[in-house]
């Protein structure tokens, strides 16, 4: 799904304006038509409604629906936070057809009678501000907001909930907690982005008569993969394991054998034909009871369990013969690993996921990405992605455009809405996933998942965006099935085979 920022909503709109004739007093009473609808369906006989409205076109849409509202017969309070003489021209419009119908704009009052009142309400919509909010909350619009949150009501916000701000997701003080979100013509980033898009509850993208081509033609750099966005190839029937890949997997230390052996199942699971796990001598005999399906072999160690620098030269060679290599669940830490994974990543042709410890072994020498020749796909938790040389900000978007376009790497910033930012600046927000993940041992089930459809040759911006969206919907699928406290990485796995059928196959 295609995502825009304010700025291009609002050059949308007036493409629509100025090149089709539309206006928006037009516009904005569509939009106002989908909030009275979306109201209408849960209000109750004899039930009603509180709409609180700002001064600019978003408040517009909120006093048209209020008109929409009464003239269906429903009882409503339309109450303005600000200076009436400030309405935008289009609002004034729908102003006088509110009082067409026999309502009025009552200023906002903190008053027991307006405390009541909102307390009794079925329905409330939030259209306060909308897409073009930049700074804190304040005043009568906090005192609002708390109002809102305290009702009990219903709450539908007009396009984002009013205290998010649309490009990043970030809160701005304090936001309305919509049960509800119906936004116009396209979707935005602070939609799905954290902390927005726990603020949105139901997001419905609703058409109001802006033309389709202008819409296509507009050129975005974020979107949301959506279930209808994601698909996998159907296999041939003539085929056999060497034509869906050989993956290589460079894992584990004495302590940590259940990395390697979790990121290995996944591969597997997710459709690998062959899976090697190279692992340090001193468990290789541990990984060879856990691992059924997979090819585990040893490689040099030093005294304390770990892979030695010396161990490069067999895992290039490895390496050359595989379609993709998987660096790092459970490997530990020490100088030889760091040598060692800065070896490989400088000096490998075959793609590399970097993960976990892979990520901890170059985070003292970040700019070893920038000399390597292969792809490289990094997935580092928020943490990680701080010890990379990555922002600490309120915009996780920015950050994670900036350093894959800094790095040359497709970066995967894990997280409730994990953040695919590819070096060309493009960015994609995963929308499965949720709280009965937060696990020890997922983030070695994505990893091998990224790797098992790299090494089936899938193009490896789909791989990686295809793999993330299918781990969250096990996920999911597992919370409903075990519910959100009890689900492990192993029933993540276990859960892949129906979370793969829940996605189309062309």
């Given amino acids: 799904m295609k995502l825009v920022t304010a700025k291009q909503m609002q050059e949308i709109d007036q493409i629509a304006i100025r090149d089709f004739g539309i206006t928006g007093a037009t516009l904005m009473s569509n939009a106002a038509q989908h909030l009275a609808k979306a109201a209408m369906s849960s209000i109750p006989p004899n039930g009603c409604v509180a709409v609180f409205c700002g001064t600019g076109n978003n408040g517009g849409d909120g006093i048209g629906a209020a008109a929409c509202l009464l003239e269906k017969g429903v009882s409503v309070r339309t109450i303005l936070i600000g200076d009436e003489r400030n309405l935008t021209p289009d609002a004034v419009e729908m102003q006088q057809r509110l009082i067409k119908h026999g309502g009025s704009l009552e200023r906002y009052f903190l008053s027991p009678d307006l405390v009541d009142y909102v307390s009794d309400c079925n329905v409330i919509i939030d259209a306060i501000f909308g897409t073009g909010l930049n700074a804190d909350l304040q005043n009568d619009v906090l005192s609002a907001v708390t109002m809102i949150n305290s009702s009990g009501a219903l709450i539908i916000s007009a396009d984002i909930p009013s205290g998010i701000h649309a490009d990043t997701g970030r809160v701005l003080k304090d936001a309305v907690k919509a049960d509800i979100t119906i936004t116009f013509s396209l979707a935005k980033p602070g939609h799905f982005v954290e902390p927005g898009c726990i603020y949105c509850g139901e997001l419905r993208v609703c058409d109001i008569g802006i033309p389709r081509s202008v819409l296509e033609s507009t050129v975005s750099h974020t979107y949301a993969a959506m279930p209808d966005d994601v698909e996998l190839p159907r296999r041939r029937r003539n085929t056999h394991k060497g034509d869906y890949g050989r993956a290589l997997i460079i894992a584990g230390s004495v302590g940590y054998t259940g990395a390697p052996a979790l990121a290995a199942r996944a591969a597997s699971k997710m459709g690998a034909g062959l899976v090697s796990v190279g692992v340090p001598k001193s468990i290789y005999d541990i990984m060879a009871v856990k691992l059924d399906e997979e090819m585990p072999f040893p490689l040099p160690n030093d005294s304390n369990g770990n892979l030695t620098a010396n161990a490069a030269s067999e895992i290039l060679?490895?390496?050359?013969?595989?379609?993709?290599?998987?660096?790092?669940?459970?490997?530990?830490?020490?100088?030889?690993?760091?040598?060692?994974?800065?070896?490989?990543?400088?000096?490998?042709?075959?793609?590399?996921?970097?993960?976990?410890?892979?990520?901890?072994?170059?985070?003292?020498?970040?700019?070893?990405?920038?000399?390597?020749?292969?792809p490289l796909i990094l997935t580092p938790h928020p943490g990680e992605f701080e010890r990379l040389g990555g922002s600490r900000t309120n915009d996780r978007l920015q950050a994670a455009r900036d350093f894959a376009a800094k790095h040359g790497c497709i970066l995967v910033l894990k997280g409730h809405r994990t953040v695919i930012a590819l070096p060309n600046g493009i960015t994609y927000l995963n929308t499965t996933g949720g709280p009965a993940m937060a696990k020890g041992g997922t983030g070695d089930v994505l990893a091998g998942m990224i790797t098992a459809l790299?090494?089936?040759?899938?193009?490896?911006?789909?791989?990686?965006?295809?793999?993330?969206?299918i781990h969250g919907l096990a996920g999911d699928m597992c919370a409903t099935r075990f519910g959100e406290y009890s689900v492990t990485a192993s029933d993540i796995i276990a859960m892949l085979p129906e979370a793969v059928k829940g996605v189309k196959i062309v």
């Fill in 317 to 374: 060679r490895s390496a050359k013969k595989s379609d993709v290599c998987l660096i790092g669940p459970g490997l530990g830490v020490s100088d030889d690993i760091s040598e060692l994974v800065q070896s490989v990543t400088r000096i490998s042709a075959t793609p590399i996921v970097l993960d976990a410890d892979g990520l901890n072994a170059i985070a003292g020498n970040v700019d070893i990405l920038s000399e390597a020749t292969c």
């Fill in 454 to 469: 790299i090494a089936q040759r899938l193009p490896i911006v789909h791989a990686v965006i295809k793999a993330v969206y």
